[in-house]
């Protein structure tokens, strides 16, 4: 059995972890490579950098950074953030990306999931969704949540596989932050029409709420930021208690 | 231990130079694959489509051969694994074909198959990432196995010296690193 995946997630800026990152005994970690070398340490199965920079300007450090997390870190890396074509694409898995995931540049030109497919291969290429309760459906939105779209989140998810995705990594915008629990029933709604692997984001604020992404969400991986960045807990705890409830994750080596 | 990885121009060959300096083997990257040969360990590392890389070993896919039937040391990661055998369903063009059989696409209900998996004799997991297998002609090269959705994946092939996984060590932390410390040894020691 594939067993079930905790994803951490760091926000980037300018080449640096946005959000303050709290690990015991250091107040502020802003060093991404520092910071994704810990989270392996601690058990996590794989990173996400999502670079939310601006500007392409602001958003240059970020190959550099996937370069040196690439030379001290043994688990997977997925970079997403303004990669809007196959020579983004290309660039980012030279750097040391290992998948790269895309969001508004694909709702703007759905093709781009193909190209990079048939350059990478489907297991590089995450197609990133974030959606929206509205009217009894799930709208996605683009640009950081902010720009509706005309898209229905499970069509979309669909489409996207078809095109070329190897996994749906979904957000529930009304959950993000919240702590509150994934949105299970749009985690379920997605993951149950593909045959890729998903991701359920957006509301972890325990281990209960993972177990829930798994066995009521039928969701791979469960993605987690805030509740780790602010030590209100830690991977390895998390694992620990997913494993106690009955959930397949990953053994650490000896 | 000097390696000499085969690059075919599609993705990271950071963590795999990185984590084979960690078990002391200095690497070195070639665009061209007939310049690996002679190397204590020929690498075909694991990124990029089947198409795209057979056409960029064309070249060289004789002399590679006949260098892992004499004997040359060899590594195969993901799809370097794969390019040791005759075909694949993925894309046009050949394979190394040093060992015989093909490649053909998953057939369980999640493809790709991407996440830690267990692999028959490995205390833990490793991490897959991959649509299509290796099924070989004879399964006595098959070492060890993994099993995703229902379906047997050929996890580690051997034959001669050359080795192959279907996994990725090279990404899967510590533990992935020690094995593939030890398949290293076993192909050139």
């Known amino acids: ?22 690990f015991e005994g250091l107040r502020d970690v802003g060093d991404p490579v520092e910071l994704a070398a810990r989270y392996e340490a601690e058990g996590a199965d794989e990173i996400v950098f999502l670079d939310v920079s601006a500007s392409s300007e602001e958003r240059k450090p970020l190959l550099d950074v996937a370069r040196r997390t690439a030379e001290r ?3 997977p890396l997925t970079i997403g953030g303004g990669i809007d074509s196959v020579d983004a694409l290309t660039a980012a898995l030279r750097a040391g990306a290992d998948k790269v995931s895309m969001n508004s540049s694909i709702v703007k030109r759905p093709e781009l999931l193909t190209e990079a497919a048939a350059v990478a291969g489907a297991q590089c290429v995450v197609a990133s969704i974030d959606a929206k309760r509205e009217g009894g459906g799930f709208r996605v939105y683009t640009h950081g949540g902010k720009r509706p779209t005309d898209l229905d989140a499970v069509a979309w998810a669909k489409r ?19 702590r509150t629990g ?8 997605v993951a149950d029409a593909v045959g890729v692997p998903v991701i359920a984001s957006g509301g972890a604020g325990q281990a209960s709420h993972l177990a829930d992404a798994f066995e009521k969400g039928h969701a791979d991986a469960a993605l987690l930021a805030g509740i780790l960045h602010d030590g209100h807990t830690t991977v390895r705890a998390l694992k620990a208690e997913l494993g106690k409830a009955g959930v397949d994750v990953r053994k650490e080596a000896a | 231990m000097k390696a000499a990885l085969f690059d075919f121009g599609a993705g990271n060959l950071h963590s795999l130079v990185r984590g084979l300096a960690q078990l002391g083997v200095d690497a070195r990257i070639e665009t061209d694959a007939k310049n690996c040969i002679g190397a204590d360990l020929l690498v075909l590392p694991g990124v990029g489509a089947f198409g795209h890389a057979a056409q960029r070993l064309a070249p060289a896919r004789e002399a590679v051969k006949q260098a892992l039937v004499n004997d040359q040391p060899a590594l195969g990661i993901c799809l370097g694994m794969q390019l040791f055998f005759d075909s694949s369903e993925e894309g046009a063009g050949q394979g190394v074909g040093f060992i015989e059989g093909q490649v053909t696409r998953l057939t369980g209900k999640h493809v790709p198959h991407i996440g830690w998996t267990p692999v028959e004799g490995v205390p833990t997991e490793m991490y897959y990432a991959h649509s299509y297998a290796c099924r070989p002609k004879d399964p006595a090269v098959v070492k060890a196995w993994s099993l995703h959705d229902g379906e047997r994946i050929a996890a580690i092939v051997r034959k001669g010296r050359t080795v192959g996984v279907q996994f990725h060590p090279e990404k899967s932390s510590r533990a992935g690193l020690q094995l593939l410390g030890t398949l290293i040894r076993e192909v050139t020691s």
């Open chain 1, 1 to 22: 059995m594939t067993t079930r995946r905790v994803v951490v997630c760091l926000d980037m800026k300018g080449g640096r972890v946005v959000k303050g990152v709290k």
């Open chain 1, 73 to 75: 870190l043994f688990i």
């Open chain 1, 160 to 178: 996207c596989v078809a095109l070329g995705a190897g996994e749906i990594l979904i957000t529930s915008i009304d959950r993000d932050g919240a």
């Open chain 1, 182 to 189: 994934y949105d299970l029933e749009l985690t379920r709604a």
